[in-house]
């Protein structure tokens, strides 16, 4: 467990010095360490700068730091930036969240109260793109099937009809093709993939002919003509529910869907649907609407569904660059200088 603030013990005649550099930090409110908060061995990052101080023990007592907070961390949304909360945070400068996606927030709300929004783009782009080939590949390959075969204590031989589909040469689709969408259209250059993409805006010629990629104004050719489509925009009131019944049937009855965008970018009931009925081969997803789902979803009594625990980020490299990232742009704020990853309502 993490106290208030962190305790460092010196030498005698420094103690005076270390309470005024102490004193001297701004005060920020996190989740907690560990579990669904900041990563323990990253914590110091944030440290190093801001005074921090749990949820938990924030609300035994809001009155004795509420008004000293101008920095709130988000984690996995959290802590969740309900009016609630925030009208306890009179102080409070801004909001960084770790990571892009931002739909958690009511940015001009937030706005309203004074409190700017900055979120960590670019990042977060490596990390999510490996995610991404690594569920194509895995839900291409049977890897997870395989190693459950592997390790079952029944296992005496091996299935040779165990067949997966060839990814080199295949057809990938991109929904998205910001940081993380253009990453991912690299990587899978590198598995000899044609690339088609779907976006808002076009991108330069330049960067279509780095990855050989083909731009498809039209969403229903780009899902008609790939084996693999990958879901990789943000999500917001036009994404919501983009892949739904008819863009399912669309696609072809081998292909695979890779989510690693939102689970409400789905509709999931859709979903179960054409995976139960053949209307699409398989799905590799590393984010549902709820998370965890329940244990009763009938997503998670499927063979041909591949899920993982939203992990697109989870690396220790990316974990640090992220808080160093929440960090700039919160001491930017509390310093009233211009934060360089402000999201700013439309």
Not at 15 to 30: D, F, G, R
Not at 321 to 328: R, S
Request: proline share 5%; with cysteine.
């Amino acid at each position: 467990h993490f106290g208030l603030v962190s305790q460092v013990i010196l030498p005698k005649g420094h103690t005076n010095t270390i309470c005024a550099m102490e004193s001297s930090k701004p005060w920020a409110l996190i989740s907690e360490v560990g579990r669904n908060g900041l990563i323990k061995g990253s914590i110091d990052i944030v440290e190093q700068h801001f005074q921090i101080v749990c949820l938990k023990d924030f609300l035994q007592n809001p009155q004795l730091h509420g008004p000293k907070i101008q920095a709130m961390f988000q984690w996995y949304a959290l802590p969740a930036a309900e009016p609630s909360l925030l009208h306890l945070l009179p102080s409070l400068k801004v909001i960084a969240n770790g990571g892009v996606g931002i739909d958690h927030l009511d940015v001009p709300y937030l706005n309203s109260l004074g409190v700017k929004v900055a979120n960590t783009p670019g990042v977060v782009s490596d990390a999510t793109a490996d995610i991404a080939l690594g569920l194509l590949l895995a839900s291409a390959r049977n890897i997870v099937e395989s190693h459950q075969i592997a390790f079952d204590p029944k296992t005496t031989c091996l299935p040779g009809q165990l067949m997966g589909v060839e990814v080199t040469g295949s057809t990938m689709g991109i929904i998205g093709m910001g940081n993380i969408g253009y990453k991912i259209a690299q990587r899978g250059k590198g598995f000899d993939m044609k690339i088609l993409y779907h976006n808002r805006r076009r991108r330069s010629v330049e960067d279509e002919q780095a990855v050989g990629a083909r731009y498809c104004e039209c969403l229903d050719d780009l899902l008609k003509e790939s084996d693999f489509v990958v879901l990789a925009f943000n999500l917001t009131p036009e994404t919501t529910g983009l892949i739904s019944h008819r863009e399912l049937s669309l696609m072809r009855p081998t292909a695979t869907l890779v989510n690693i965008s939102r689970g409400l970018a789905v509709d999931q009931d859709a979903l179960v649907e054409a995976l139960q009925s053949g209307t699409i081969r398989t799905a590799a997803l590393d984010v549902t609407e709820p998370e965890p789902l329940p244990r009763d979803h009938p997503l998670l009594s499927l063979l041909n569904v591949l899920i993982t625990t939203h992990i697109g980020t989870n690396t220790y490299t990316t974990t640090r660059k992220i808080l160093q990232m929440m960090v700039d742009n919160a001491l930017a704020a509390v310093a009233g200088q211009a934060i360089p990853n402000e999201v700013k309502a439309e």
